[in-house]
């Protein structure tokens, strides 16, 4: 498969970010991709990276809690009456 690089040298295949440097930047690649390895042909060279099995580390951000402010709080902190919202 062929991938562009970023503007910063970056290009992302099947999940994972591979950084090639700005040197790259703009430019097609050519990725053979083997059930552990992704092998990148570049202008100066052919790059080995290990793939990433593990597909919980792409879900990280996903899977951060998210919290949501207690409104009825905020309501009776602000000084005066708050005019067409219910709060409970």
């Not at 970056?10 to 430019?27: C, E, S, W």
């Not at 992704?38 to 951060?64: H, M, Q």
């Not at 409104?71 to 219910?86: D, I, Q, T």
Request: charge should be positive.
């Amino acid at each position: 498969m062929q991938r562009r690089a970023s503007n910063s040298g970056v290009v992302v295949v099947v999940g994972q970010n591979v950084a090639l440097g700005r040197v790259h930047a703009d430019k097609t690649v050519t990725i053979h991709i083997t059930d552990t390895e992704l092998a990148i042909a570049c202008d100066d060279g052919t790059r080995i990276v290990r793939g990433n099995t593990d597909p919980r580390v792409r879900k990280l951000e996903a899977s951060r809690p998210r919290s949501r402010p207690d409104v009825a709080a905020m309501m009776e902190a602000l000084p005066g009456p708050v005019v067409g919202v219910r709060v409970g």
